[in-house]
């Protein structure tokens, strides 16, 4: 018999998860601050300029007719200049046939590792403050995030809280330093002492390294998959977005035992075909021919800003904790109006036209509603001004 006009309608319904998701708040802070065209240091678009040899190696590919599909990991040249680079780095060998990834974003890096890893039910440890992008992608799978709180103020590993968070259904320690959004850097202490837990319970780690290269004040950032007994169960991801200024292209990659990355490779071809071909070269001009002194600059230069805006928020009554790395600064928004993180943050875009992000959106519920995160990878300019703007509360 045909199907009733009201049980067809039943089953046009939303998925699961759907009803759960909702605008990122980073998102959501950038669209209201488009609409009164304030000053944008709520999402990490990095607008500062991208090397001439990365822009111009990606128009000359567009004009070689680098316009088509690639090999489903991505460009031989790209490949082998990541593997150069994560040896000349970090002394890792990453064979460039079997174990680099070139991916759509070090997002679709995670989403890859993830769906090749890890199961619905699996649980994965992360760390709070956490980056959404990442518990939202594990939840998109049906794969439960598990937060293990970092210690305040200055977000020290609680390894009591991390030993004491593992189950029998735990496959996964998700690990970002430097960390979106404290600019925490995990110390060799801390790492090591991560390592032997993922050892002790023969877990996964995936480490989310984008930062690597924006760090402060001596501090070092080390990838755990150089530790002792690490490389093989240890999958990388990293990309270009910040360090090129290039968010838009949407280029990262993973390196990974070749055990697991022909299954991360198919289901990156699976989700994306391939990461976007012209823009690949781009990114291999930039790993072949930018000097060692590219990135030390880039350190200094965000350094640099980075005292601005601490400065400007000290000023403003919006104590901020000095980040080690990466590019975002979380600020004491208690002096703001408003019941929610998420309510200080409009008042303030309304009030100065300065964009932030309120500090629940790194946290669980309850949490971080009395904070803001700050990102200053800006051009000095909007930075300065925004820092002017500040100071006016």
Known sequence: MPTSPATAASRLALSHL???????EIRAMTTECDRIGGINLAQGVCDTPVPAPVQEAAIQAIHDGHNIYTRLDGIARLRNAISAKQLRDYSLTYDPE?????????TGGLHAAAMALLNPSDEVLLFEPFYGYHVSTLQSLRI?????????????????????AITPKTRAILLNTPTNPSGKVFTLDELEAIAAIVQEHDLFLITDEIYEYFVYDGAQHISPATLP??????IVLSGFSKTFSVTGWR?????????WMGAMSYFHDLTYVC??????HGAAAGLEHLPQSFYTQLAADHQSKRTRILSALTDAGM????????????????RLRGKTAAEKARHLLAVTGVAAVAGSAFFRPGHGENLLRFCFAKIDHDLDDACARLRKL
């Open 251 to 259: 280029l990262g990659y993973a390196t990974a035992d070749a055990k």
């Open 144 to 164: 439960k995030p598990i937060l293990v709180p970092l210690a305040e103020p200055d977000y020290a590993l609680n390894i009591a809280a991390l030993q004491s």
């Open 18 to 24: 759907a009803p759960a998701v909702i605008q990122s």
């Open 98 to 106: 079997t174990e680099v990834l070139v991916a759509s974003g070090a």
């Open 229 to 234: 007994g690490m490389r093989d169960r240890t």
């Open 275 to 280: 990461a976007p071909s012209a823009l690949q």
């Open 319 to 334: 104590t901020p904790t000095t980040p080690a790395g990466a590019y975002y600064v979380l600020a004491d928004a208690t």
